[in-house]
């Protein structure tokens, strides 16, 4: 790896990283000795690149730094494409339409060289998908949740009852053949899963819940964990 690749690299694991990347972590991603790492971290530096940190500790990049846009790699290229044909075969007709577009401006923006690796990639996902019908509208949620705002359902459960709720919309998750509605509900005071298509009605309320999406999507997420160590104690005490 060129030492000008390597610089961007390093760039890149510190954005993606929220707590600090030791120098032994940053050589076995790129391949290379301790020693090229501080050197380079340092060369970084030097050109004015906000890095804090020290060795045996760890760095990190501070927030709000960007790098002049720079050619994505052939890996980098077929991730992306690999990435929007799942989600245009998969997603609600919103973000299918911007993924096969995301495609579009991918293969007219790479130089011709890497154009196969957007058109020709040796990587797919099928495109024959059928969800069950949603019975509210993805791309509208999707816009409620980066908003912080409230939805009102009206939700059949697997017994046929119907029953209305209040939620705080977390995240839209995808199996096989359904949608889920993930949020919280102010009925059970709890997270909830609900098949989008098992919701009778929706009706998207004008009223904030009053936390920020981040700050509800961790709440979800350490309750996921929390319940994943329940189940795992329970399996230990059930076992042999």
Known sequence: MRRAERLFQIIQILRRSRQPVTADAMAAELETSKR????DIAALIGQRAPIRGE???????EAGYDMPPLMLTPDEIEAAVLGAQWVAGRGDPVLAT???DLIAKIAAAVPEQLRPYVL???????????ALP???DIAQTRAWIHAGRKIRLDYRDEKGAVSQRV???V???YLETVRLLIAWC???NDFRNFRTDRIEGAEFLDERHGQRPGVLRARWQRALEEERKRWAAKDRNCGP
């Open 167 to 169: 939620v705080w919309p």
């Open 134 to 136: 949603d019975g509210i």
């Open 171 to 173: 995240t839209v998750g």
């Open 55 to 61: 060795a045996g500790v760890g760095y990190v990049l």
């Open 120 to 130: 020709t990639p040796a990587t797919g996902t099928g495109m024959n998908w059928k």
């Open 98 to 100: 911007a993924a096969n």
């Open 36 to 39: 090229s790492v501080y050197r």
């Open 186 to 188: 102010e009925l059970r």
